[in-house]
Every structure is written in structure tokens, then in C-alpha cells.
């Protein structure tokens, strides 16, 4: 009991979060997940997620959360901004991008904005990023700016304008990957004038 507890333990320091799928791939029984939650060895932090004590008391919560439960998602919008720091916006919901036509995830721990990409618009200028063990997918910075001119009916467009003066000022892309994406985006129009105006 105890050697698998350590086991199971240690799962959990490598991974940062686990669920109870990832107990049969190192061949342990789920049981163990609630005899280790009542010995205060691990902590549930939503369905199916388990972590070691306090080890998620970070700004990126509810990002692992999220990407946890919906691995094909893609952290967008306001969500990615914070996350890439060209915000002072703090979202109080996980702005998420899915693919069409698929069921919307139910997560009932936080709060999540789903925004639905198709074809490119969802596979491009995806970055992964390891946090406390859980990969998380977050657009490019480039690509977050230009979905937040994309988007500007949604935040609001001094959102957008914002994200765009943070992303030069900190150097987080290039013109030529911001220009990339305005592209790819079909809102060079929208932000030309905006960078024009901020070099």
C-alpha cells in the first residue's frame, strides 16, 4: 500500500496534474486516488484531476484545468493575452478556442468562454508550454493579436489596440509574424493603421 501511495505520489510531482486514466497506464487501481485524497497526500481540484497539496496556488489554475480537461483546446483571446503578459485585462473565464461542430466540453470547476476556430484559424500558431508538468496550447503572440482585432466585436477594440502596443513594446513578435497573421486572420486593414501609427 504504501510503495504504491509513493508510486501514485510521484505520478503526480512529475505530471503536475493527473487524472484517473493515468493511473492505468502505470498500473495502479483508481482506488488509490481517494485513499490518497483522505491521507492528504494528493488534492482533487476539479473532476477527474488530482494534484499534490497547494501545488496549483498559481496564476495558471485554471489554464491546467482547462487544458486538462479539454486537451484539444487551444487558450485564445484574453486568456492567452494574460498568459503572454500584453494585458491588464484580468479575465474572470478561460477564453478557449475548440474546433466546430464538436460538443461543448461541461467543466464545472471554472468558468470557460468557448470560441469557435475552424480549419487554420484553430491549428495555426499553436505554442505549447510545460507548466508544473501539464502541456498547455496557447496562440502565438502575433496570432493572439490579430484574433483580438478578429474578434474586436467581442472584447472591445481598445482590448485589441492594447494587446498590439504591449506585443511591440515587449518585443513578444516581429512586424513581419504580426503582419503573418493580420493576414491569415483577414484583418491587415483593421490593424495596418494601428502599427503604422505605433513604429
Known amino acids: 500500500m504504501t510503495n504504491r501511495l509513493e508510486q501514485l505520489t510521484k505520478l503526480a ?3 503536475g496534474v493527473i487524472r484517473s ?14 485513499i490518497a485524497c ?9 473532476y477527474g484531476l488530482y494534484c499534490l497539496p497547494n501545488a ?3 496564476e495558471h489554475r485554471s489554464l491546467i ?12 483571446l484574453l486568456s492567452a493575452l494574460r498568459y503572454h503578459g500584453m494585458t491588464t485585462q484580468l479575465p474572470f473565464e478561460v477564453w478557449l478556442a475548440i474546433p466546430p461542430r464538436t460538443r461543448t466540453p461541461i467543466i464545472d470547476t471554472v468558468q470557460v468562454r468557448f470560441i469557435r476556430f475552424s480549419g ?3 491549428t495555426e500558431g499553436i505554442e505549447k508550454h510545460e507548466i508544473e508538468g501539464a502541456q498547455l496550447r496557447v496562440y502565438h503572440p502575433a ?3 490579430a484574433d483580438c482585432f478578429k474578434f474586436r466585436n467581442k472584447i472591445g477594440t481598445d482590448i485589441a489596440i492594447e494587446a498590439l502596443r504591449d506585443c511591440l513594446r515587449q518585443k513578444k513578435a516581429t512586424i513581419n509574424e504580426l503582419v503573418h497573421f493580420s493576414r491569415f486572420c483577414r484583418v491587415e486593414r483593421v490593424m495596418a493603421p494601428y502599427m503604422e501609427a505605433m513604429l
Do not use: F, H, W
Not at 21 to 33: E, F, N, S
Not at 38 to 46: I, W
Open 13 to 15: 510531482r512529475v505530471k
Open 21 to 34: 486514466r493515468d493511473l492505468i497506464d502505470v498500473g495502479l487501481a483508481r482506488q488509490y486516488l481517494s
Open 38 to 46: 483522505n491521507r492528504g497526500l494528493l488534492e482533487r481540484v476539479g
Open 56 to 58: 496549483m496556488q498559481n
Open 65 to 76: 484545468e482547462v487544458c486538462k480537461r479539454v486537451p484539444s483546446g487551444v487558450i485564445c
Open 120 to 122: 487554420m484559424a484553430l
Open 143 to 145: 496570432k493572439t493579436v
